[in-house]
């Protein structure tokens, strides 16, 4: 009898702790299942914020958009970005593309970028510039500049005055580079080959064919030149357009010397222009910034070029494209591409699209050299990823236009869906 009932002791004994470890095993996950909650939400409300504070940046870039002759750092936003110091704001437009820049233009910006001796290019062949439009054939248009032009440009010179982020001015543009852009953005390549033909003697004589609006303007050229689809417009536009690229008001001082002194654009004393429009764009009492109208006084007072035919005029402007705006919240950051998308009438009004976004909830971990490392276990490596890239939607931007997919890498070149 005594063995049944310590017999009966020990089950009940272990049906307890069994009981005991369920019931613990339950607190754990449920503890654990609220700490997840709660970083959750935390991280929740962090993205919000980050939003938020970008968001406020595009309402007060957006303010008058569509009767602003200029932007500059004397706009209001800047008022707002200087006195939060999580916020950084950034014309990133306003630079060399060396997607699409034509060679001739590019010799000449090659010589007079940087201080001589040095130049632009690094091994520079006699034919390197045949190697360049080989490589815009063969390779396509680059968004990584650092990987894609490794081999043609010093990485600190990339980082220093180029960018992927600018339009393709129709009348800039290298014509194989806009070929290709054509077979891009429209999938087909008999289009392509007939953009290329209607273009290719206007651009071989150095015309600027149209500008933005009017009778001569970028829709009416496609409405008018035969043998191309007028419809092409529609799919090109407004990565290709007649805007001008970059804005004198933050573009680096030695782009605008260098462009200024290319013979055949035509600038009287370029470098005293240059000096006018430098002086002029940090002058303090200048509240609104170099204008269009400034900038056709300066560049040509007494309209020998016949504003706005002369490409130089297609280079330089007073309009900031594209903008780069960065939160930080302790660990936590937002980094934001929004472009401007111009009107394809003078009726239409500009606004902003997002095409790009990363944001950051959790610290990036420090990268260690592999040799630094003795030993790793495989379950710990598995652990170490706490940061994250998160590309999505816009959620709450509503000064941003929603059509936004988060293929960011495409974002500029391949035709909007």
């Not at 069994?18 to 095993?25: D, E, G, K, N, W």
Request: aromatic share 10%.
């Amino acid at each position: 009898m005594s063995n049944e009932k310590g017999s009966s002791s020990i089950v009940v004994l272990a049906i307890v702790m069994f009981l005991s470890t369920v019931f613990l095993a339950m607190v754990i996950f449920v503890q654990t299942s609220l700490l997840v909650e709660m970083e959750n939400k935390k991280a929740t409300e962090l993205r919000k914020l980050l939003i938020e504070e970008a968001q406020e940046v595009v309402t007060l870039l957006q303010e008058d958009l569509d009767e602003r002759e200029s932007d500059s750092s004397n706009d209001p936003v800047w008022d707002y970005v200087n006195t939060n110091d999580d916020i950084e704001l950034k014309d990133v437009g306003s630079y060399l593309n060396p997607n699409w820049i034509d060679p001739s233009v590019f010799e000449h910006i090659n010589k007079t970028l940087l201080p001589a001796p040095r130049r632009v290019f690094k091994n520079l062949t006699e034919s390197g510039f045949s190697e360049l439009t080989t490589f815009w054939d063969e390779e396509g248009i680059q968004l990584n500049l650092a990987e894609g032009y490794k081999d043609f440009f010093e990485e600190e010179v990339i980082e220093e005055f180029m960018t992927p982020y600018t339009y393709f001015n129709i009348n800039l543009c290298f014509e194989y580079v806009l070929k290709k852009l054509c077979e891009v953005r429209t999938g087909s390549e008999n289009d392509s080959i007939d953009f290329h033909s209607a273009i290719k003697e206007k651009l071989l004589q150095r015309k600027v064919i149209l500008d933005q609006y009017g009778p001569n303007g970028i829709e009416q050229w496609f409405l008018k030149t035969n043998g191309i689809n007028p419809g092409l417009l529609k799919k090109m536009f407004p990565v290709l357009n007649a805007n001008p690229v970059l804005n004198v008001n933050f573009a680096p001082e030695e782009i605008i010397r260098s462009l200024l002194s290319y013979k055949p654009f035509g600038i009287q004393n370029p470098n005293y222009v240059a000096d006018r429009i430098i002086n002029k764009r940090e002058d303090d009492k200048n509240k609104k910034g170099l204008t269009t109208k400034d900038l056709k006084t300066i560049i040509d007072p007494n309209d020998k070029l016949k504003y706005p035919g002369p490409r130089i005029f297609h280079y330089l402007g007073t309009i900031t494209n594209f903008w780069e705006i960065k939160v930080t919240i302790g660990e936590a950051s937002l980094r934001w591409i929004i472009a401007r998308v111009p009107g394809l009438k003078q009726s239409d009004d500009p606004y902003y699209k997002l095409i790009e976004e990363q944001i950051r909830l959790t610290p990036e971990k420090e990268k260690v050299d592999p040799e630094d490392v003795e030993e790793s276990d495989p379950e710990d490596e598995s652990n170490n990823n706490e940061s994250s890239d998160i590309d999505d939607g816009t959620g709450n931007m509503d000064n941003i236009d929603p059509d936004y997919t988060d293929d960011s890498e495409n974002q500029l070149i391949e035709e909007d869906s």
